[in-house]
């Protein structure tokens, strides 16, 4: 018992490093510039120009590709590492003012986005490094593989009504505004809260719809055992745009994302790490 206590005790003064807050914060910048990107990719599939994946991975190669636009990339895997840190340690010892399962929940999302943020990370050292990110493709590579094994397709499956559920999740907690509660609102005007509730409700409910049908895709993949449906986010915003009325569609979405990279600003200023 003395170990977890100590253990606990040692997340908790990590936890309150004044360093790690700050290179949190900073991530959010990184974070929002991700999703500004990717939404401008969004919109270029929406009108048929996209020459890059519409994915995070795009995204960081977009801005890998400008002027000083790899030293940019490897700031933003530092911010993504010292996020993922952040909420690991949120996972193991955080959420204290919840109480019973509400804790568990929350927990349990900070573990999400723990790998989230370490596999941002990753992928944006992949770009640096100029080795292959192109995570559409690696995501259909993996999916055949996984649908070659015994179980694979039920594995799959699950696994795409369980991204399917998160895209479910996200527009829930978007339009309940959930979000709010993360925010320091006592340090806010009413402008400024006025402004996070519009950007978060958009930024939530257009990535949620991106996750849900990423989800549904991949469940498609395992049930057709069509590989080539389960390449990610890049698939599931051509698919939007392949329906009636898909590039407005498209284009609401590609907003949404880029309205989520602006609210990511504003955590970065106002969020409770």
Request: contains cysteine; aromatic residues 10%; charged residues 20%.
């Amino acid at each position: 018992m003395s170990l977890t206590r100590n253990a606990e005790a040692t997340a908790a003064r990590t936890a309150d490093s004044r360093w790690l807050e700050l290179l949190a914060r900073a991530g959010f910048i990184g974070y929002g510039i991700v999703h500004l990107l990717f939404g401008w990719l969004a919109l270029q599939i929406a009108f048929g120009n996209s020459s890059d994946d519409g994915d995070q991975s795009g995204a960081l190669r977009t801005l890998a590709a400008q002027p000083m636009g790899k030293f940019v990339v490897i700031a933003i895997a530092v911010g993504m590492v010292a996020m993922a840190i952040w909420q690991a340690l949120e996972a193991a010892v955080g959420h204290r003012t919840e109480r019973g399962n509400d804790r568990l929940k929350e927990r349990i999302f900070s573990a999400a986005r723990t790998i989230i943020y370490l596999w941002l990370a990753w992928t944006a050292w992949k770009v640096f490094s100029n080795a292959n990110s192109d995570s559409a493709s690696q995501q259909e590579e993996m999916t055949a593989r996984l649908m070659e094994s015994t179980g694979g397709r039920w594995l799959v499956g699950l696994a795409g009504l369980a991204l399917a559920g998160l895209g479910v999740g996200m527009v829930i907690y978007g339009v309940k505004k959930k979000f709010m509660k993360r925010l320091k609102t006592g340090e806010m005007n009413a402008r400024t809260t006025k402004l996070a509730r519009r950007l978060g409700l958009a930024g939530y409910a257009a990535r949620g719809t991106a996750f849900g049908v990423t989800g549904l895709l991949v469940v498609l993949a395992a049930v057709n055992y069509d590989p080539e449906k389960a390449r990610g986010l890049d698939a599931a915003l051509r698919t939007l745009r392949d329906q009636s009325f898909g590039p407005i569609l498209l284009t609401l979405v590609a907003l949404g994302i880029a309205a989520f990279g602006l609210y990511c600003f504003l955590q970065s200023r106002y969020r409770k790490v």
